[in-house]
């Protein structure tokens, strides 16, 4: 069911590369949040760290939040909380508004 929403990682290979943010991440220029959790079995942090560092090092702003008891999606109610918060702060800050 996957391969057929998303698409099938072999013989796909070149059209996911060209929407993937990793494969895409010299042409992010805008600020940028990542919300991760560090037992995500999908998306491994590994390469949550790598954008968030290229990013880094090309001088775009990044707010990177992980959370190491969640895995993909967070489930804990106190880690959404924080999520929330820091995305409010995040919106606050590059799209205006007030946080409270």
């Not at 059209?15 to 998306?43: E, M, W, Y």
């Not at 942090?45 to 954008?51: A, E, F, G, N």
Request: charged share 30%.
């Amino acid at each position: 069911m996957i391969f057929e929403m998303i698409g099938d990682p072999v013989k796909d290979q070149e059209l996911l590369q060209s929407v993937s943010p990793f494969f895409l991440v010299d042409r992010i220029k805008t600020p940028l949040f990542i919300a991760q959790g560090a037992n995500d079995p999908r998306v491994k942090k590994v390469k949550s760290d790598q954008i968030v560092e290229a990013l880094k090092k090309r001088g775009v702003s990044v707010e990177y939040l992980v959370k190491e008891n969640e895995g993909h999606g967070f489930a804990n109610e106190e880690n959404r909380f924080d999520c929330y918060r820091a995305m409010e702060k995040f919106f606050a800050q590059y799209l205006g508004g007030r946080t409270e």
